[in-house]
């Protein structure tokens, strides 16, 4: 039997709540985002804008673990001009932001997340 370390069990992410302003939803998220946890928030995330929600607030302060699978659900959301903003990014969600743009050559590798990050 193989060990398959840290990534065999799928990550839990939770919505702690969700709100609107106006044409903005703000979330707050907790607990861990990969490729498989993240799929539920995608599906939100394509839900709010297919019901014309042009803003998102994503309060990341209780996020503990995140790997690509975050920024994929992320990347294509700011399409369309809709506007993008983390708030309050944990270590975990800055450690992803800092290698993601330490791997890049350049923002067209980013895209949409360059310089979503608030504090």
Do not use: K
Not at 88 to 112: C, E
């Amino acid at each position: 039997m193989h060990d398959l370390g840290a990534d065999a069990a799928p990550g839990v992410i939770v919505i702690d709540a969700c709100a609107t302003l106006g044409t903005t939803l703000v979330v707050h998220l907790r607990g861990e985002i990969d490729r498989f946890s993240a799929a539920p928030l995608g599906a939100l995330l394509m839900s709010a804008a297919a019901d014309g929600y042009t803003g998102l607030l994503l309060d990341v302060a209780r996020v503990t673990f995140c790997d690509s699978g975050f920024l994929a659900v992320l990347r294509w959301w700011p399409r369309g001009g809709r506007d993008l903003r983390l708030i309050n990014p944990s270590r975990a969600v800055d450690r992803l932001f800092r290698a993601a743009g330490a791997a890049a050559r350049g923002p067209a590798v980013l895209g949409p997340l360059s310089g979503v990050m608030a504090t």
